[in-house]
């Protein structure tokens, strides 16, 4: 089988997040060497905030609602936040600098696997968010391939299909933030630590206020239902993709503009459609099969409790 080898993989950047031990090493999101060491040595003598909490997921398994419904309650308001979330995404953009757009209590996020953090970031309060497999594989195929597949190399992966994307989202562990399976396997091994809440995306858009109510408890805001049905509301997918997926209000600062720019511009297409069940649409019979060959031999296909339709 002929599997696209993804052109920002460890083998080419050389870049990496490693595990204390050495055991885990998962490839960094690409940008040059220099930019990657300051960032990782910021990382690593980043001193955290109490008051602050870490989002962490896989890319496409719901960060932009989760990251707003617990800024919401922080800020205890359900008006929408006018700065990106990716200006407290660690992997992009240095904690110190969020540290100035974001006063605390803020929620930094990252696509990186806990083990691979310094542990300062292992012990504070976390959210994971987890989405169903397939879904997640056509999300990604649009974020990298449509809405990222113009910029410097990433030329080749612009003109991938899906089914060639689908091959190397399955087969592949040298991509950005390794693959799916690995990462989810490790943090749903995080599910019974009492400074770690695992969320479902499908479960936060089928069942809002509820899940709202999880987030409320586990972060301590103690903001009341009225609040909630508000933010409820709000993160509806087409009220944030009208509020948020514009470049008109993507930001207000300077130093977020000129970092995140790539992004900023293709901001309408960050909010794509948000459903459960889209890899339907995409999925050949063929594919929907390999795919539950690849599932079948992953022990927490049964365990995780995955949503890949509506009923």
């Given at each position: 089988m002929n599997v696209f080898q993804h052109p920002m993989r460890g083998a080419v950047t050389n870049q990496y997040f490693s595990s204390e031990d050495g055991t885990v090493k998962v490839p960094a999101i690409g940008t040059t060497?220099?930019?990657?060491?300051?960032?990782?040595?910021?990382?690593?003598?980043?001193?955290?905030?109490?008051?602050d909490f870490l989002l962490a997921t896989y890319p496409k398994n719901?960060?932009?609602?989760?990251?707003?419904?617990?800024?919401?309650l922080l800020q205890g308001s359900a008006e929408y936040i006018n700065d990106m979330k990716e200006a407290c995404m660690i992997d992009l953009f240095s904690p110190f600098k969020a540290v100035e757009i974001f006063p605390s209590p803020r929620v930094l996020n990252t696509h990186y696997r806990l083990d691979v953090l310094p542990k300062d970031f292992r012990e504070k309060k976390t959210v994971v968010v987890i989405r169903n497999p397939k879904d997640s594989a056509v999300s990604m195929y649009y974020h990298e391939c449509k809405m990222l597949g113009d910029l410097p190399g990433f030329e080749k992966m612009g003109k991938l299909s899906f089914s060639e994307y689908l091959k190397m989202y399955l087969f592949s562990k040298d991509v950005p933030y390794g693959c799916y399976l690995d990462y989810t396997e490790y943090m749903w091994s995080l599910r019974d630590d009492p400074n770690t809440l695992v969320m479902y995306f499908e479960d936060m858009i089928l069942n809002p206020v509820q899940n709202i109510q999880k987030l409320n408890e586990f972060m301590g805001t103690q903001r009341n239902a009225d609040l909630i049905q508000q933010i409820s509301d709000?993160?509806?997918?087409?009220?944030?993709k009208t509020s948020?997926?514009?470049?008109?209000?993507?930001?207000?600062?300077v130093a977020v503009q000129e970092k995140l720019q790539h992004i900023i511009d293709r901001r309408d297409q960050m909010y794509r459609k948000g459903k459960i069940g889209d890899w339907k649409n995409h999925l050949t019979v063929a594919e929907n099969e390999m795919f539950d060959e690849v599932l079948a031999k992953w022990p927490l296909s049964k365990e995780?409790?995955?949503?890949y339709e509506v009923q």
């Open positions: 060497l220099p930019d990657f060491q300051l960032l990782r040595q910021d990382i690593e003598e980043y001193k955290w905030n109490d008051e719901g960060t932009h609602l989760a990251w707003e419904i617990m800024m919401m709000a993160i509806k997918f087409q009220n944030m948020k997926g514009t470049t008109s209000s993507a930001s207000d600062n995780i409790p995955f949503v």
